[in-house]
């Protein structure tokens, strides 16, 4: 658990949103994540209390909910996650949408595929928000060019031997009756180690490369499973992915793909290795098992559930999967 601040809300978190909005400065927001998730926890102390504007919240994630409730309640901001955001743009009902601001997307990467296809569907700008509960957000519309420059309203971020952290009203007073979490996360000043790397590139923008939190180690050997999966989303028969790890006793893990198939398409592990070392992916890299799934499960902050991903990697790899050696 994080204890934040009033201020880390009603500071930090405010300024955040103010950004987000614009020039809405009492908006009205379609909040389809969890109340109570680090990303929707802006809902009520922000969107109501701060900056006067109208909160639209349903109990569960469904893509004709949502779009009905675009269409009924006319809101000018959506949050949601990218798993929703790829069904919200391939999902083929068509209501009046012309209510919107913007798209708002965060807790995970947002897939080049879906971004254009939300552009494409919405005809609104789509903000990407790079955050965390370790106090950093920094968000932008041309996710092409990185995660944004960072808001000193909001936060300052710095890049310290290669990894992101973060100072700022957003930073949280302490992990709850962790003193160990205090201890390995936060530095000297008030800095908030986030255990993700990245840089800034000669505009000041800050690039992501990697989260340190999610890697397979295999054989010594260090991969990112987001690095493979925006590759493997290029695909064109893969409709949606996710990577993790497998455990193996020779090794120690192996990288398993499980994706959803488009409809009419198919995709085997020959097929999928030759797309990705035509892509450039380092041969170390590429997956050693594919798993094709009808979903991805979503778990209760509408994020795909590697957790319930990897178990099902266990239970059905080698058996039932196909498999390559990369050496």
């Known amino acids: 658990m994080v204890a934040y601040s009033h201020n880390a809300f009603a500071g930090g978190r405010a300024n955040y949103l103010r950004a987000v909005h614009g020039n809405h400065p009492a908006p009205r927001d379609l909040v389809l994540v969890s109340l109570t998730s680090s990303f929707g926890s802006f809902g009520v102390p922000i969107t109501l209390c701060c900056l006067g504007g109208t909160l639209i919240v349903t109990r569960r994630f469904a893509p004709d909910t949502a779009?009905?409730?675009?269409?009924?309640?006319?809101?000018?901001?959506v949050f949601a996650v990218p798993t929703m955001w790829h069904r919200l743009a391939e999902?083929?009902?068509?209501?009046?949408?012309?209510?919107?601001?913007?798209?708002?997307?965060?807790?995970?990467?947002?897939?080049?595929?879906?971004?254009?296809?939300?552009?494409?569907?919405?005809?609104?700008?789509?903000?990407?928000?790079?955050?965390?509960?370790?106090?950093?957000?920094?968000?932008?519309?041309?996710?092409?060019?990185g995660a944004g420059v960072p808001d000193p309203a909001v936060c300052d971020i710095r890049v310290a031997d290669g990894e992101i952290c973060a100072r700022g009203p957003m930073t949280p007073l302490c992990y709850v009756g962790a003193p160990e979490h205090d201890a390995r996360h936060r530095l000297d000043g008030g800095w908030v180690r986030t255990g993700d790397r990245g840089h800034f590139d000669g505009e000041g923008r800050l690039h992501v490369t990697g989260r340190a939190k999610r890697v397979v180690i295999r054989g010594?050997?260090?991969?990112?499973?987001?690095?493979?999966?925006?590759?493997?989303?290029?695909?064109?028969?893969?409709?949606?992915?996710?990577?993790?790890?497998?455990?193996?006793?020779?090794?120690?893990?192996?990288?398993?793909?499980?994706?959803?198939?488009?409809?009419?398409?198919?995709?085997?592990?020959?097929?999928?290795?030759?797309?990705?070392?035509?892509?450039?992916?380092?041969?170390?890299?590429?997956?050693?098992?594919?798993?094709?799934?009808?979903?991805?499960?979503?778990?209760?902050?509408?994020?795909?559930?590697?957790?319930?991903?990897?178990k099902v990697a266990a239970d059905r790899v080698p058996t039932s999967a196909t498999t390559a050696s990369h050496g």
């Open 67 to 77: 779009l009905r409730l675009i269409a009924e309640h006319r809101p000018t901001h």
């Open 220 to 310: 010594g050997y260090t991969i990112s499973p987001a690095e493979v999966e925006l590759a493997i989303g290029g695909h064109p028969s893969v409709d949606a992915v996710a990577c993790v790890p497998v455990p193996d006793a020779e090794l120690g893990e192996r990288l398993c793909a499980i994706v959803t198939i488009r409809d009419g398409q198919n995709l085997d592990l020959p097929d999928l290795t030759a797309f990705l070392s035509a892509q450039g992916l380092a041969r170390p890299k590429l997956p050693e098992f594919l798993l094709t799934v009808p979903d991805l499960p979503i778990g209760r902050t509408g994020k795909v559930c590697h957790r319930t991903l990897a």
């Open 91 to 145: 999902h083929p009902d068509t209501p009046d949408t012309s209510s919107l601001a913007a798209l708002v997307s965060s807790g995970d990467v947002l897939p080049p595929r879906t971004l254009a296809a939300c552009r494409a569907r919405f005809g609104v700008d789509v903000i990407t928000v790079y955050g965390s509960s370790d106090g950093v957000n920094c968000h932008t519309t041309t996710p092409e060019n």
